[in-house]
């Protein structure tokens, strides 16, 4: 039989440890996992994502598309310049560069020599009187010569023409031939074509002066040397250059023999004459087109806040040229440095107060959550900011009597830093009050003199809620800050030298609407991000601390004893009530009827059962975490040795006790709070076992669990020091010194020298002996006719209840 129930127990065992297997690989992945995303790069995350969302928002154009207008489009808003915008003066630019081109003289290129033409006619005359000497009897019988049509002479008069690149004349090369090509002919044509050549011959002179108003510039082919030209008169057309020619026949005829070689002369002399002043039109060409580029663009300076197009009015080409320019500012420079420019310095900003601490309550106990509720509200603040800002222009743009910075003064700003102080505290608040005014700086026009208003107001809003304990403080705060905007905007308005100005008592009244926004808002957000993130902050706490709470009520029904000695942290003891010691009537002990170990359970099982009904009246994660930690990791120490005892006689001979089954779960206490609700609760339970509650024996007792919880290592995970702990057992001395302090014993009633009593039965049958007058003062006596345990029975009964609660 024991061999069986070893074996069942090593069956029942080995599951166990397949769990703790399963477990530990499901906690290897876990923490692989959270490695991956765990807090530190949830942290980072929340920075970076914070940083590029506020630099979208300062820089929308980055992901919209601003709106295309056209050419006779009516504008539908006011548009002004975002920033100096720089724009070209197409029209201005382009005068200046016709005027330019304009100013390019056409190249001409200058044949002084007629391309050799005296060389060609010296060439075709001494050819001929070549020709001529090879067949010396031809001249004899110039008739035998004309009827000659051997290969010879036809090759001659080809190449003769050819030479002098001249149409074929029959009678001229006949009379030459006739003659024997004179020299004087020949002298005469050259100087008769090259005194036309010299001064420049044009096919048609009306199209030079068109193209050449203010003169040309003559290109010699030969020496490359240019010449500028502004009188015309001089070049000849072909038409005028051959009337030149022709009208030197008659002194021709005087100088000459015959007038036929006159005539001759006259006539080759007008057949050689070429224009030798030709156009160059791809000179030109490259030489304007240096010009026009030469020309440097005419700009004008567009200032930042300049109106670009009005509301209403129609789109002119220069209104285009204008808001073209804009987009296409916006839109390359947010893409390509500006928005991520200020996604860098935000990113920096945040992660520098972030890693010097500035960002958190210096603990890391919901640092992600704490740093999540900070990006959260900052986003919401900035996006207000945003808000405001469009409003301002929309209402300005309305009434022309309003400016946007007037109104500007009226952004709720400090509500941020209202919310941070009621749930983070003052240290936070000033770190939060500078970034959030650097932003909204940023947002209104990176105005310094904003970011001392902003950043005044928040730190004022901050330190009005510090200890916040109603509602209405924050109204009376908004109030305090309202005065404090007032007074910001007078010394503003006083350093622009507009103090005395209408636009000052607007820029007032917006201030004090400003600050009145800021209580508003931050009391209509407060239950929200109390809901949200789970905090719980001093008003939370003194509404629950309303005894009319629910989940007291049913406190109060189920478990009456526990009611009188604890708040929340025993709520759990509702499931199951007569288990526990305060709650049992006389003689109703259920625990003697089980096991040590189901025992240990059930007084286990009221965490977990007071997390639930926590969560299910919505106390609080800061309550629902004291519930969790207010027995840390304690051991229940009489069910424990019970459960050795009952071994150790053999009662469950095969039962493996572990004491690990008879501690708490935990976590141990996290916070000062959860480790002074642990002691006091440990405390105030084990004074009640107390036979003879003396000053010193409460001394005793409460050094005595302070210490043990202290040597258990159940304080180690708090930040209670040494000293806070002697202030503790101070305190919990002085209080139940109160609970149990002596009565002044009054004098008893003498009446013929005997005492008289009666005899009462109360409503559960049991009965006592009263004095006639009452109560005699007797401090032992108890309500009910009950004493306290004086007997050594009673102690010994009041020691046990000690070892049940684990504290002796």
């Not at 009379?175 to 020949?186: M, Q």
């Not at 224009?275 to 930042?304: G, H, M």
């Not at 019970?642 to 008879?662: G, H, N, P, S, T």
């Not at 180690?716 to 202030?727: F, G, S």
Request: proline letters at 4%.
């Amino acid at each position: 039989m024991p061999d069986k129930t070893k074996i069942s127990t090593l069956r029942r065992s080995k599951p166990q440890k397949r769990g703790e297997r399963e477990t530990f690989h499901g906690s290897r992945h876990s923490r692989k996992k959270s490695r991956w995303f765990g807090p530190n790069v949830q942290k980072w995350v929340i920075l970076i994502g914070l940083s590029i969302i506020i630099s979208i928002v300062l820089f929308p154009n980055v992901l919209t598309r601003p709106k295309i207008y056209k050419l006779g489009d009516v504008a539908d808003r006011d548009i002004k310049a975002s920033r100096e915008l720089l724009i070209e003066n197409n029209e201005l630019t382009e005068k200046s560069r016709q005027e330019a081109i304009k100013e390019v003289l056409p190249v001409y290129d200058f044949d002084p020599t007629g391309t050799n033409i005296q060389t060609r006619i010296g060439d075709a005359f001494s050819a001929g009187r070549k020709y001529l000497a090879e067949v010396p009897s031809v001249t004899d019988s110039p008739e035998k010569l004309q009827k000659d049509q051997s290969a010879n002479a036809e090759a001659f008069k080809q190449g003769f023409f050819e030479t002098l690149d001249i149409s074929p004349d029959e009678k001229i090369i006949s009379f030459l031939i006739k003659k024997g090509f004179p020299r004087e002919v020949e002298e005469t044509i050259i100087d008769l074509v090259t005194q036309v050549q010299k001064k420049g011959v044009v096919i048609n002179k009306a199209i030079l002066e068109r193209q050449s108003g203010m003169g040309i510039f003559l290109h010699n082919i030969h020496t490359g040397q240019e010449l500028k030209v502004t009188d015309l008169n001089r070049f000849y057309d072909m038409k005028v250059a051959r009337k030149i020619i022709n009208g030197q026949i008659k002194a021709l005829e005087k100088s000459f023999s015959s007038s036929r070689l006159a005539e001759v002369a006259v006539k080759l002399s007008v057949a050689l004459i070429k224009p030798n002043l030709t156009f160059n039109k791809r000179e030109t060409e490259l030489r304007k087109d240096l010009a026009r580029k030469s020309v440097k663009p005419f700009y004008f300076k567009v200032k930042k806040g300049e109106m670009l197009v009005r509301e209403g009015e129609r789109i002119q080409v220069e209104h285009l040229l204008r808001l073209s320019e804009e987009n296409k500012s916006l839109k390359q420079k947010e893409i390509i440095g500006r928005a991520p420019a200020m996604a860098i310095l935000i990113a920096y900003l945040l992660a520098t107060i972030y890693m010097v601490g500035l960002l958190t309550d210096g603990s890391s106990r919901a640092e992600a959550k704490g740093l999540l509720f900070n990006a959260v509200t900052l986003l919401a603040v900035f996006l207000v900011v945003v808000l405001f800002n469009f409003m301002a222009e929309e209402v300005a743009r309305g009434f022309r009597f309003f400016s946007p910075r007037t109104i500007l003064f009226a952004a709720p700003v400090a509500s941020g830093a209202m919310l941070v102080a009621v749930f983070q505290g003052m240290r936070l608040t000033a770190s939060f009050s500078i970034i959030i005014s650097v932003l909204a700086a940023f947002v209104v026009g990176g105005d310094a003199e904003f970011f001392l208003y902003f950043f005044v107001s928040s730190l004022i809003a901050g330190y009005g809620v510090r200890h916040c304990r109603d509602r209405g403080v924050f109204i009376k705060t908004g109030l305090k800050v309202s005065l404090t905007n007032m007074i910001l905007t007078l010394a503003m308005e006083a350093l622009h030298g507009s103090l005395y100005s209408p636009e000052t008592l607007i820029a007032c009244g917006a201030a004090f609407i400003g600050g009145i926004l800021v209580g508003v808002l931050a009391t209509g957000l407060l239950p929200l991000f109390e809901m949200s993130f789970g905090f719980t902050t001093d008003i939370k706490l003194l509404e629950l601390a309303n005894l009319d709470q629910p989940v007291l009520r049913e406190l109060m029904v189920q478990c009456p004893g526990t009611y009188h000695h604890s708040v929340y942290h025993d709520i759990g003891k509702i499931r199951k009530p007569l288990y526990f010691v305060e709650n049992q009537r006389a003689n109703q002990n259920r625990h003697e009827k089980l096991a040590p170990s189901m025992s240990s359970l059930i007084l286990i099982s009221h965490i977990k059962d007071g997390v639930e009904l926590a969560q299910k009246h919505k106390l609080g994660r800061d309550i629902i975490d004291i519930i969790r930690q207010h027995h840390g990791t304690s051991l229940i120490a009489f069910f424990y040795e019970k459960a050795k005892e009952q071994r150790k006689k053999k009662v469950r001979k095969f039962l493996q006790i572990k004491e690990e089954d008879f501690r708490y779960p935990g976590p141990k206490p996290q916070t000062k709070e959860a480790g002074l609700i642990m002691l006091a609760d440990a405390v105030e339970a084990a004074s009640r076992t107390l036979v003879d509650p003396a000053a010193s024996r409460v001394q005793g007792l409460v050094q005595k669990i302070i210490n043990r919880a202290f040597s258990d290592g159940q304080l180690d995970e708090c930040e209670l020091t040494l000293k806070d702990l002697h202030e503790i057992a101070k305190s919990f001395n002085q209080t139940l010194g109160g609970i149990f302090h002596h009565r002044v014993e009054y004098p008893k009633p003498v009446t013929d020298g005997k005492h008289m009593r009666r005899r009462e039965t109360d409503a559960n049958g049991r009965t006592a002996w009263l004095s006639k007058q009452g109560d005699n003062g007797n401090t032992d006596q108890l309500p009910g006719g009950d004493s306290r345990p004086n007997k050594p029975e009673d102690k010994t009964e009041a020691g046990e209840s000690l070892k049940r609660l684990g504290l002796s």
